[in-house]
């Protein structure tokens, strides 16, 4: 018997693409559908798209609209910038919908689920996304605006660190809650209890703290938020987890594989490392 024929369905029930055959995979899905989407043009060497996130309504989809900035101008421009894991896109099910300048836009589901809560609590705002702002089918467009990547994060006005959504465990979810209310989480001032344990070895093993980017993209934010859902947390308290032992980073740091920082100028320091690029950022950033 064949094998059933799924689609990526649009706005009013339209396919933005021909049929997939279920359990068929495509590199990049969202970038494929969206080859087709009409981007605002810029000069790639000194202009850049930034996302100005709509209110939702409470049945609407998330929608955005562009505005185009100089790179020269962003010191003046009041812009967050997003730092978070892109995930896979390889079937219909690992893409969503959202409307960027009255289009059809896809983006990948992590993505999703942070501008879903977005459009709650930064409508009217202004945000950098790479996977909305660049045309990430445009290869000459791609290299040129990566290498405005140190500008971009540096001059944001706040970087937010979307660590996805919270954990299902209840134990887990009211260590978040309990954590997200308080300014420190020194060990002085925090004094975990079981459910705030379960909370810290959460947040500390997010797949974000995977990728080598964050390292230096929160390294030149001047103000960084951590986000997990809806609770956010500020980063002076995370830095408060810096241990004064060696317990404390033997205590998370062996579920993490290696992490090069070769190519990245921290201190002179560039070597392959053992730790989380989590642990790491806190090492460089409380010396």
């Known amino acids: 018997m064949d094998t059933p024929n799924v689609s990526c369905m649009g ?12 359990n068929s995979i495509i590199e990049d899905l969202d970038v494929f559908i969206n080859e087709s989407f009409d981007y605002p043009t810029i000069l790639p060497t000194s202009q850049l798209r930034i996302l100005e ?8 989809k998330v929608e955005g609209q562009y505005h185009i900035t100089n790179l020269n101008d962003l010191a003046d421009t009041n812009y967050t910038a997003l730092s978070y894991t892109w995930d896979e896109a390889h079937t219909p099910e690992d893409v969503r919908e959202i409307q960027v300048n009255r289009q059809p836009f896809f983006i990948r589901t992590n993505l999703y689920n942070f501008l879903e809560r977005a459009s709650r609590s930064m409508a009217g705002r202004f ?9 990430q089918s445009d290869s000459s467009e791609k290299g040129l605006q990566v290498q405005m990547m140190t500008e971009i994060y ?5 970087v937010v660190v979307w660590l996805g959504l919270p954990d299902t465990d209840p134990d887990t979810n009211a260590g978040l809650v309990s954590l997200s209310s ?7 001032d925090l004094n975990p209890n079981k459910d705030e344990e379960k909370a810290l070895d959460f947040i500390c093993s997010r797949p974000y703290w995977d990728r080598v980017w ?10 960084v938020v951590l986000l997990c859902g809806d609770y956010s947390y500020p980063w002076s308290a995370v830095l408060d987890l810096q241990p ?9 740091v062996d579920r993490f594989g290696k992490i090069s920082l070769n190519q990245l100028p921290l201190s002179g320091r560039g070597t392959t490392v053992s730790h989380a690029a989590f642990f790491r950022i806190l090492e460089y950033q409380t010396k």
């Open 53 to 60: 996130i709509l209110p939702k309504e409470p049945t609407g």
């Open 244 to 252: 004064k032992t060696s317990e404390t980073w033997d205590a998370c």
């Open 182 to 188: 308080k300014t420190s989480w020194a060990s002085s």
């Open 214 to 223: 964050i390292i230096q993209e929160i390294l030149l934010a001047t103000d």
């Open 11 to 22: 706005e009013n029930n339209t396919p933005m693409f021909g049929p997939l055959r279920q």
């Open 154 to 158: 540096s001059q944001a006005s706040k």
């Open 127 to 135: 945000i950098y996304i790479d996977a909305i702002c660049i045309d």
